[in-house]
């Protein structure tokens, strides 16, 4: 089993940055595809940015260029540092890890990002 806590989610404003952070625990973990997800008030969950193995990545179009996923085999940790943020960025962040048969099965409890204007 895969174990996910994510932190860094806070208040900021309009044009400023965040950093957060996802814990993971279990086997593999150098192997697992790991992504972060969003959802905001009444909206669907939407991707944010998946770091498939070391060195690929991709972004959904809203956030290229201003936020970047990161890896550390060695922490086990998934970072996402965010910056440029914008009240559209406004939402509850998830990390997840992807099994081998390709579901989305492991999730943390989420970290709320509030961006003002």
């Known amino acids: 089993q895969v174990l996910l806590v994510e932190s860094g989610g806070g208040l900021v404003q309009a044009g400023g940055s965040l950093r957060l952070s996802c814990a993971a625990s279990?086997?593999?973990?150098?192997?697992?595809?790991m992504g972060w997800f969003r959802q905001a008030p009444g909206k669907e969950r939407e991707f944010v940015a998946i770091?498939?193995?070391?060195?690929?990545?991709n972004y959904a179009t809203s956030v290229r260029g201003r936020f970047t996923i990161s890896r550390d085999n060695v922490k086990r940790t998934l970072d996402l540092q965010m910056t440029s943020l914008q009240p559209e960025d406004t939402a509850i962040y998830f990390c997840a890890a992807q099994k081998s048969d390709g579901r989305w099965d492991y999730w943390g409890q989420g970290t709320q990002v509030t961006v003002s204007s």
């Open positions: 770091n498939w193995s070391g060195d690929i990545t």
């Open positions: 279990g086997p593999t973990f150098s192997e697992m595809p």
